[in-house]
């Protein structure tokens, strides 16, 4: 339902947007969504294109008197994260968002909103609904899959294009254009380990731990958010006597870990010390952790018998988990405060069966400098036995500060909002880098209104932001 204080200006692009938001759409599941875009543009009139990976281009004719003009790309991508907290029964398969309006920012109850693409496709869909807008010809180009890896634009067959400018609707600070962002790459781990019955006076218990902020693997990486995968081992490695059942924590390679569960068993008589134990690490983590991670919450109960790890083995992994990195590793030199050039998140871990399971990606600007970072993670592979897979990479994309595309939009903004814009690049994975790459011609620039809490529960939207990031997107498209 939506709510009644659901912003309406501009109201093309709030149209579409509530709509998107009704549709699910996880990666990989698209469809309906494109078919969403594909209604729309048949309603306007507008041929589209499909390519094989499921990328859809819709070709919106200029305005009266600017036929003649280039042509000027609008990308976007149709997937959003999924993630919500553990007491929101939502199926992102499923059931649509369920929308709020709190002190100026929109978000969805528990769950992620989506406006991390979906306010750029719904400003596109805009842009060829709105009669008022004055615009050269437009390809606005919805990819797929891209909170996964950004496989549509890998696999985007670069015949569905033919402009030279780009505008990239995906970035979430308002007043900021953005000229680059990281590439990155990952890994995936296993190793099967040998598990049975707990000895017969053995307790099985099953830590929770919850709360954490989690956030955004590129753009939050510098904010030291708690890791849930990292907290809950640190905790089990200062216990004797650990014998490892279960462990499922992370939810995907570009979210932080917010949350987690590890069952375990240990011998009788130790609970005063472990619930103790527990508490005195909860208050250490509040102590350093940031305010966006206060509601931290942990809870230790006893639960049934189940096969597990000898102690060794436990302590294997425990190793492991302290010895991976994760976090920020080295920082852009001129921008020291802003901008990450090089990080890692350790993002899953999961241990079912003796069968242990680790994800990892890693992002950077300069591929060059996170060779050691790829060394030191082969080499924690070969010290732990761990079988290594390597999972695709994507490029960055380089910052132009030549580009006069970029010239002409910071005149722009600078004329309508009395002030220069930041231009920056962005420690994230934007599909720039790809398709500049299949075009090697393409001006690109990105820009969109303020989100915060990106990939979490948190996420939300600063609605006094859309109005201006929409005025100066259709001004852009009248000046170009």
Known sequence: MKPDNYPTDPAHLWRHFYNITQIPRPSRQEAAVREYVIEQAVDAGCEHRLDQEGNIVVAVPASIGREQQST???????????????DKDHDFFRDPLSLQVIDGWLSADRTTLGADNGVGCAAALALMTDPDISHPPLQLLFTVDEETGLGG???????????????????????ELYI?????????????????????????????????????????????????????AEFLAQQQGVCLGTMDAGIAHN?????????????PGREDDLRESLAAAHQRWLGYLPAADAALEISLELTQPMPVLSQEHSLTVLD?????????????????????????????????????FLEASYRFFNERQSLPLQQSIAALARAFSLSMTPVVGYPGWQPDFASPLLASARELFEQMFGEPPAVKAIHAGLECGI??????????????????????????????????????????????
């Open 72 to 86: 000027v790309i609008i990308q976007n991508h149709l997937d959003m994260v999924t993630v919500k907290t553990s």
């Open 320 to 356: 492991l988990l302290a010895a991976f990195p994760h976090g920020a590793l080295a920082y852009n030199l001129e921008q020291p405060a802003e901008l990450v050039d090089l990080s890692i998140n350790l993002a899953i871990a999961r241990l079912q069966n003796g069968e242990l």
């Open 435 to 480: 398709l500049k790459g299949k075009r090697p011609a393409l001006d690109i620039l990105s820009f969109g209104p303020t989100i915060r809490g990106a990939h979490s529960p948190t996420e939300r939207l600063k609605i006094d932001t859309v109005a201006p990031f929409w005025q100066y997107l259709t001004a852009l498209l009248q000046k170009t």
């Open 255 to 267: 979210v932080i870990p917010r949350e987690g569960q590890v069952s375990f068993a240990m011998p």
């Open 153 to 175: 634009a890998l696999n985007l067959d670069p015949q569905l294009l033919s402009g030279e400018l780009m505008l990239n609707l995906d970035t979430e600070d308002w007043r």
């Open 180 to 232: 680059g962002c990281a590439g990155g790459a990952g890994w995936e781990f296993t190793r099967d380990f040998a598990h049975s019955e707990p000895a017969g006076d053995q307790q099985m218990w099953q830590l929770t731990l919850r709360g954490l902020a989690g956030g955004h693997s590129g753009i939050q990486i510098h904010e030291q958010l708690g890791n849930a995968i990292k907290l809950l």
